[in-house]
Structure formats: C-alpha cells, structure tokens
DNA sequence: CAAAGGTCCTGCTCGC
DNA sequence: TGCGAGCAGGACCTTT
C-alpha cells in the first residue's frame, strides 16, 4: 500500500498528536511483524518525548532522547490516531499511548511492516545506510538518475523501485511517472538517453507531489491518519487502468509484469 | 486460485 | 580461477 506520499501523509497527520507529547504507554499485542517488535519498548518509550518525527523512503522516524523509533509500513500498514480507552482490533499490533490520552495505532494484516528501535543514529541504521537519494531532494535529477542507469541491465521500472537507486519509490508512481515521462517500464535502464533520465526525475518529483498534495493513492484500503481516503487514485494515468483508453491518445492501456510486478504503460505515449 | 501497494535475503550469472 | 556486482526468485503474511 503505502508509498512515499501514503508516508509523508501519515507523518504530517500523526504529527499534531505526537510530536513534542511524551509517551504513557507503549503495547505490542503481537509482535510477529516483518521482525519481532522489541519487547523491551514497553519499558523504554515510557515517560519519553517524541521530539522529531521525520520519514526517510518509506521509514518512520520517531525521536526521542534516548533512541529512535522506526516504523515501516510494509504493504498493508496503516497508522491511526485514537484514544487511548479505544481497543485494538484484529490486525492491530502495537499502540503508542501519549500523555494527552490520544494513541497511535498500527494495524497491518499481512504483518509485513516493521517496528524497530535504535539508540544510535537512525540514518546509520543497517535498513537505512545504504538508501538512495530522496526523489524530492535537489541530489536526484537527471544526471545522477543517468550515472545509476548505466551499465545496468534490468528494466528502468525495476530500477526506480530499487531503494539503493532512489528512495520511495514503489509500483505505483513507478509506473505513473514512467508515462508522464514517455518510457516504456521494461526499457533497459542502461539504454536510457541523459535527456530520457532528466524527463524521469522530473515526473518522478512532479508525480510524487502531486500526490502528495491529494492525500495519497486509496486503491483498496490506504486511510490517512485520521482513516480519510487519498484521492490520488483519480489523478492516476496507468496504474490499474489496463484496457483503458490512454487519457492522451486513446489507446487502450497495457499490463505487464515486470519483476514479478504488474506495470502500466501506453505502448503509443510511451517508448 | 491468483493477486495485492514492500523489500530483504540467497544464490546464480556475468564480466573483469 | 576468483571476485564482486547485478539480478531473479523466494520468502514473509492475510484478504478479496
């Protein structure tokens, strides 16, 4: 589900209600996440003020005074503002109770999301060290997107969706940005031309604003914080839409797998 | 039964 | 031959 812009909405809705309030409790009803939650939260977080809240690719970045909280969403996740007498329903797994008797609630069904703890600096983690530029960040543009291409064999829609490349980058906006550039998804990254890769970075950055602006893709179940939809899905070109005449030129719109994932693409629009 | 928005890990292949 | 990088596939789960 969630991509960067489903996280960054996430993070600016918990913010008002975390940051800078200290932590009551911290519950891990089921700690069987992607790796088990640590147990030893419920004794540390206690008593802790949340005071930063920043996301790196799709990681969750609570800070404390002594260590920092990292959450990952996976591809179910969802992070939810509620009171602190509310109980936890299925697929709930931990909640972080604030001090101003609000709580935030992760729930995941497929449990392939995350909840870590480090007392280092979190940028050094082991999950993050090695992350790609920020799409957002002035250090991703054409001619960096172009140096990463070269020599690489694999499709150019694989290779955005590789987190050492750039961060964030997931299935969706893969797809999406990859049309508004005019690429095909399964040209070969290396044979991408320099000007190809600025036009790439420049729908990459464009697309993933845009959808931020909108709150995040709702395709099945994505709920910001406050569990409202994202309303990027109707700004969506490609991405589920196969057999759909494209929105420039008409032709209906084509699914392939890619990597073992589905793509979108106009074989007319995109070359 | 297949597929779903993520990504780490393993083991293979390829090119120097 | 040996080594490292790149890459495909499997794994983790539940729901529709």
Redesign the pocket.
């Known amino acids: ?3 960067l812009p ?1 996280v960054e909405t996430t993070r600016c809705g918990i913010s008002p209600y975390i940051l800078n309030h200290k932590v009551r409790a911290f519950n891990i009803w089921e700690p ?1 996440l ?1 790796w088990p939650v640590p147990t030893a939260l419920a004794k540390i977080l206690p008593g802790q003020r949340i005071d930063s809240i920043e996301r790196r ?2 990681y969750l970045l609570l800070g404390t005074g002594v260590g920092t909280l990292i959450i ?1 969403l ?2 179910s996740g969802s992070l939810r503002i509620v009171t602190a007498e509310s109980a936890p329903q ?2 709930d797994h931990v909640d972080m109770i604030m001090d101003n008797g609000q709580g935030l609630r992760l729930r995941d ?4 999301g995350a909840v870590l703890w480090t007392a280092q600096d979190p940028y050094q983690h082991p ?1 993050l060290r090695h992350i790609g530029p920020e799409p957002l960040a002035k250090a991703f543009r054409g001619n960096y997107l172009h140096s990463a291409c070269r ?4 499709a150019i829609k ?2 955005l ?1 590789n ?1 050492h490349v750039v961060a964030g980058v ?3 906006y893969a797809s999406e940005a990859l049309y508004h550039a005019g690429i095909r998804p399964g040209r070969a ?1 290396g044979r991408l031309s320099r000007q190809d890769c600025k036009a790439l970075a420049a729908a990459i950055k464009s697309t993933l604003k845009q959808a931020i602006r909108a709150g995040g ?6 709920t910001n914080s406050a569990g409202q939809a994202g309303y990027f899905s109707q700004s969506l070109r490609v991405y589920g839409r196969q057999d759909q005449p494209c929105g420039r030129c008409g032709h209906p719109i084509k699914r392939k797998i890619i ?4 793509s979108y693409y106009c074989p007319k629009c995109q070359s």
């Open positions: 589900m969630p991509e489903e069987r992607r690719a799709k990952h996976g591809m299925t697929h069904p497929r449990r392939f999950l020599k690489r064999r694999c694989t290779l969706m987190a997931g299935n969706i990254a893709t709702t395709l099945k179940d994505f990597a073992q994932r589905a």
